[in-house]
């Protein structure tokens, strides 16, 4: 599958290194001359993989925006016709907004006026994208909208590299809810110190 991915920080550059793994064609998406995070990405998986955002997402089938929400306005009229395509919203507008909407995921569908939008892989930290095993078990995905064709290629995709399930949260009117959820990873994580290498998982009687 070609495969955009749209930012080249911790996440982007986790997912990357992931889904080439799983045997996916992924082109990053960026701005030139190349920043010094996707210089640092390049010596990974290859200056080969960059492209400008427009050709990455012309040549993609998926295209997943990592970058912060408020930088996504401006880079979602460069995807250009999306009307075949797959967008997973990797973001989380916990610090800041893109004004005037409440989320990236909200504003993706409101420019593109696609419907092929789901909110996954924002749940956890890039550590566990790039390791998502704990004792040798998969932790778990979640996702989130309307497209239920959306959401089942986010499952997919979870589980090729490597998590256990991808659980469904609902519709768009879930997806606000999700990253509160992603919230409560960052709280767990990082503000009350129990550290990054922790994951959820759904367990069941």
Same mark, same amino acid.
Request: aromatic share 6%; net charge neutral.
């Given at each position: 599958?070609?495969?955009?991915?749209?930012?080249? *920080?911790?996440?982007?550059?986790?997912?990357?290194?992931? #889904?080439?793994?799983?045997?996916?064609?992924?082109?990053?998406? /960026?701005?030139?001359? =190349?920043?010094?995070?996707?210089?640092?990405?390049?010596?990974?998986?290859?200056?080969?993989?960059?492209?400008? /955002?427009?050709?990455?997402?012309?040549? @993609?089938?998926?295209?997943?925006? +990592?970058?912060?929400?408020?930088?996504?306005?401006? #880079?979602?009229?460069?995807?250009?016709?999306?009307?075949?395509? %797959?967008?997973?919203?990797? +973001?989380?507008?916990?610090?800041?907004?893109?004004?005037?909407?409440? +989320?990236?995921?909200?504003?993706?569908?409101?420019?593109?006026? @696609?419907?092929?939008?789901?909110?996954?892989?924002?749940? %956890?930290?890039?550590?566990?994208?790039?390791?998502?095993?704990?004792?040798?078990?998969?932790?778990?995905?979640?996702?989130?909208?309307?497209?239920?064709?959306?959401?089942?290629? $986010?499952?997919? =995709?979870?589980?090729?590299? *490597?998590?256990? $399930?991808?659980?469904?949260?609902?519709?768009?009117?879930?997806?606000?809810?999700?990253?509160?959820?992603?919230? @409560?990873?960052?709280?767990?994580?990082?503000?009350? *110190?129990? *550290?990054?290498?922790?994951?959820?998982?759904?367990?069941?009687?």
């Amino acid at each position: 599958m070609n495969i955009a991915i749209i930012g080249t *920080g911790n996440v982007g550059g986790a997912l990357a290194q992931q #889904l080439l793994k799983a045997g996916h064609s992924v082109l990053m998406g /960026v701005r030139f001359p =190349l920043s010094e995070k996707s210089l640092k990405l390049a010596a990974k998986i290859g200056e080969d993989r960059f492209a400008a /955002v427009e050709n990455a997402a012309k040549q @993609s089938e998926v295209i997943i925006i +990592t970058t912060p929400p408020d930088a996504a306005l401006a #880079l979602i009229p460069q995807l250009g016709d999306v009307s075949n395509k %797959t967008i997973i919203d990797a +973001t989380n507008s916990i610090r800041v907004k893109p004004e005037p909407y409440p +989320t990236a995921f909200h504003a993706i569908k409101a420019i593109t006026k @696609s419907e092929q939008v789901v909110k996954c892989f924002n749940t %956890t930290g890039f550590e566990n994208m790039l390791n998502p095993v704990y004792n040798g078990e998969g932790i778990d995905m979640f996702c989130a909208g309307n497209s239920k064709e959306a959401k089942q290629l $986010a499952e997919k =995709l979870s589980k090729e590299i *490597g998590f256990a $399930a991808c659980y469904d949260f609902g519709g768009d009117d879930k997806v606000e809810l999700l990253e509160k959820f992603a919230l @409560s990873w960052i709280n767990l994580a990082i503000m009350q *110190g129990l *550290g990054r290498n922790l994951a959820f998982k759904v367990v069941k009687r």
